[in-house]
């Protein structure tokens, strides 16, 4: 009956894949839509998925709207395309008059089918913003100050701060923010516990408490080692192979030093120990001055040993903070390209369908914030990918309208036809080559 729970991931997957999937593509089409709309050209049909309509209403301008059955995609299709792709369709267009011929995609403004065109891709990085930066206006950012906010549950034998403490020094090295805390506790030695300076109740006293970076579990990175282990947020490392870790960086060492071979973790969950067995993955990460590392890792990330005090963000920095880290996704995904095409780093982080499916299961597996925060990300990824100059892609129907901005006349239909026969060729090879990936890469 083991199929029954590999049925079960699987069927998640498939959802979480799916949901995430619709999100942004309906997003993407809705700025084809409602440009057009503004533009004056209309749209005959917004369909979010493929194949036979399940349901379907039209609206008071004359746009069916409807959900079709297969849900990895959708499109609009505009007065005069001949097919989702916004391919011309010859004959319907020239049955129009003047005033209809405006109304379609072929006969309109090239500022409107250039406007219309980007709309997709713009709306996706919009999405983007607007989900990363909402995240941090409504969680917040850690306080300056360094004061526990709330204590992380932890195994009862690691002794705790109390919430509330201002933390004054930290092994007698004057602590002044949050940031000195991880820079002292990267110097001190790995022990059980550390000398803590602390304002409380009004009183300043010393005491001893947990080391500041112990092996938590803080986040689990999607197709990783330890994903496929089964950590999960807020497990404590206790050991590594037998031998005790108090500090997260002895988790981090011990994970380089084994080069890929397995390591045997003693894990605490909620007032359990348990054992994990896993295998460090060899990963390339981007940097965030541009470029890559590769590294052994098992995939988390750590984090204090008590949450942080948290402060409001505005609205303004927020959205900054959006802008920022949408352009960081961009400017990594455009560097990784570029080192796969040099052979830096291995081709295999180039994932397919399958890959992208999985890391949307296991985002949702680990709550909706994850799973959100997953969707900003691939909404980015999408945005950026439908500008590329290919034939086919937003990116290659600019390419088009650059060419008549320049020249005058728009491409034949005979060229347009070739260089989309040349683009659903390269389309078609790159999602083979992903989808190989995703089968045969480790």
Known sequence: MEFIPQFGNIAFTLVAFVAALSIIVAIHEYGHYIVGRWSGIHAEVFSVG???????????HGTRWQIAALPFGGYVKFLGDADAASGKDGAAIDALDAGERRRSMHGAPLWARAATVAA????????????????????????????????????????????????????????????????IAETLPPAPTVAYTVERAGAVI???????????????????????????????????????VYAFRQLREAVAAAEGAPLTLTVWRAGEELEVTLSPRRTDLPLPEGGFETRWLIGVTGGLSFEPLREGVGPLAALG?????????????????????????????????????????AAA??????????????????????????????????????????????????????????????????????LTNDIFCP
């Open 321 to 361: 903070y959006g802008v920022d880290q949408t352009m960081f996704v961009v400017q990594s995904s455009l560097s990784g390209l570029w080192h796969m095409i040099t052979g830096a780093i291995s081709s295999c982080n180039l994932q397919g369908p399958i890959g992208i499916a999985e890391t949307s299961g």
């Open 50 to 60: 493929f194949g036979p309509v399940l349901v379907s209403r039209t609206d008071r």
């Open 120 to 183: 997709g891709p713009v709306f996706n990085f919009i999405l983007s913003i607007l989900i990363f930066g909402l995240v941090l206006f409504f969680t917040g950012r850690a306080a300056e100050e360094p004061r526990v906010g709330a204590l992380t549950p932890l195994p009862a034998d690691m002794v705790q701060l109390e919430a509330g403490d201002l933390i004054l020094a930290l092994d007698g090295q004057e602590v002044t923010d949050f940031q000195s805390i991880f820079d």
């Open 206 to 244: 010393e005491t001893e408490a947990v080391f500041p970076l112990i092996p938590l579990v803080d986040s689990v990175a999607p197709q990783s080692a330890a994903i496929a282990a089964g950590l999960e947020q807020g497990d404590v490392i206790r050991a590594v192979d037998g031998a005790p």
């Open 365 to 434: 597996s680990q709550g909706i914030d994850s799973f959100i925060w997953f969707v900003a990300i691939l909404s980015t990824a999408v945005g950026l990918l439908n500008l590329f100059p290919i034939p086919v892609l937003d990116g290659g129907h600019l390419m088009f309208h650059a060419y008549e901005a320049v020249t005058g006349r728009p491409p034949s239909d005979r060229a347009m036809r070739l260089f989309m026969t040349i683009g659903l060729t390269l389309l078609l090879s790159l999602m083979l080559f992903a």
